[in-house]
């Protein structure tokens, strides 16, 4: 199981390396490029007001995994979105194949269902510019002051990767979401490009994580 929100969340602290490349501007989004250790690269159109960490340790074992997140002006996080970077080699096998990727986001889903407000999973099909996945949301109207209230989950295939994809947030609108898919869907993956003139700036910053399973 790659995913799964657990019922109480408990912050952790990791000290991660934020090494991406900025490339271009559009649309009040920022096209980002992310190295994936011996698998290319993955770009995304990332809004220009979320701040991310990365975390490549180039091992099979561990995923890379980007962090996207906002603070309020008190310094307290709005949301956060983890999104794991998979391949079949890596991980297993057949897992860009539609029905793979369903039924692991059904499953993630239904671990989690009994812990949320809805009584049934929904499954809504989502397709991006490099292939198609699956999402659910649930609730949780039992999140304490400091918790999230609101989960988004799926998985998207980017041509020979798998994103899954996380985003907690306490948005009631559903605007955080929206703008989520919006992101993810631009996600395009790079297999041989040598991006010049602009190397990637290391920063080294410490940065909560909610507890989630691998």
Do not use: C
Request: glycine content about 6%.
């Amino acid at each position: 199981m790659y995913i799964s929100l657990l019922k109480s969340f408990r912050i952790l602290l990791f000290l991660v390396i934020s090494s991406a490349a900025v490339a271009d501007y559009k649309d009040g989004t920022e096209l980002t490029l992310f190295p994936i250790p011996e698998h290319g690269e993955i770009v995304f159109e990332v809004p220009q007001d979320w701040d991310y960490t990365y975390v490549a340790s180039g091992l099979t074992a561990k995923p890379p995994v980007i962090t996207f997140f906002r603070e309020d002006e008190n310094g307290r996080e709005v949301f956060q979105l983890n999104v794991s970077i998979l391949w079949d080699d890596g991980f297993a096998r057949n897992i860009l194949e539609e029905k793979s990727i369903q039924q692991l986001v059904r499953d993630v889903g239904e671990d989690i269902l009994p812990f949320s407000d809805e009584t049934e999973l929904q499954l809504e099909r989502i397709t991006g510019q490099e292939g198609l996945g699956y999402i659910f949301s649930l609730t949780d109207s039992s999140a304490r002051p400091g918790e999230y209230r609101y989960l988004t989950q799926g998985a998207l295939s980017v041509g020979e990767v798998l994103l899954v994809f996380s985003l907690f947030s306490n948005d009631r609108e559903g605007q955080l979401r929206e703008n989520t898919l919006e992101m993810i869907k631009t996600a395009l993956h790079k297999i041989q490009r040598h991006v010049k003139n602009l190397l990637p700036q290391a920063e080294t910053r410490i940065t909560s994580l909610k507890e989630i399973s691998a």
